[in-house]
């Protein structure tokens, strides 16, 4: 059974970090393209950041604050978000796709994607 169980929410103000964890389990690690995706109240659920083998995307309004990362060893995902800004206050979710697909595909257009987790919410607020 594949869960994807994240972590690191929470309040913060803005100009504030929060560094969002995904723990994967039941699936390899290695064998999938990991990406981070949120959703605002009233919005769609829009990518945030995609990273597979050989490449990552940004979502143009969180390049230069926001940075993917993957620790193969421990089949965790993290999203190191700094700089916050109100406009970052949505859901959070990871997700995990077929590597077939790239990082761009997965996150522009939501294709491949096999699992999701549960979501954590992050608050950016004075």
């Known amino acids: 059974q594949v869960r994807l169980v994240e972590s690191g929410g929470g309040l913060v103000q803005p100009g504030g970090s929060l560094r969002l964890s995904c723990e994967v389990s039941?699936?390899?690690?290695?064998?999938?393209?990991v990406g981070w995706f949120r959703q605002a109240p009233g919005k769609a659920r829009e990518g945030v950041s995609c990273k597979d083998d050989g490449a990552t995307f940004y979502k143009d309004s969180v390049k230069g604050r926001f940075t993917i990362s993957r620790d193969y060893a421990k089949n965790t995902a993290y999203l190191e978000m700094n700089s916050l800004k109100p406009e970052d206050t949505a859901v959070y979710y990871c997700?995990?796709?077929?590597?077939?697909?790239?990082?761009?595909?997965?996150?522009?257009?939501?294709?491949?994607?096999?699992?999701w987790g549960q979501g954590t919410q992050v608050t950016v607020s004075s």
């Open positions: 997700a995990v796709g077929m590597t077939s697909w790239s990082s761009t595909s997965m996150c522009t257009r939501s294709i491949g994607i096999l699992y």
């Open positions: 039941g699936f390899a690690s290695g064998g999938y393209v």
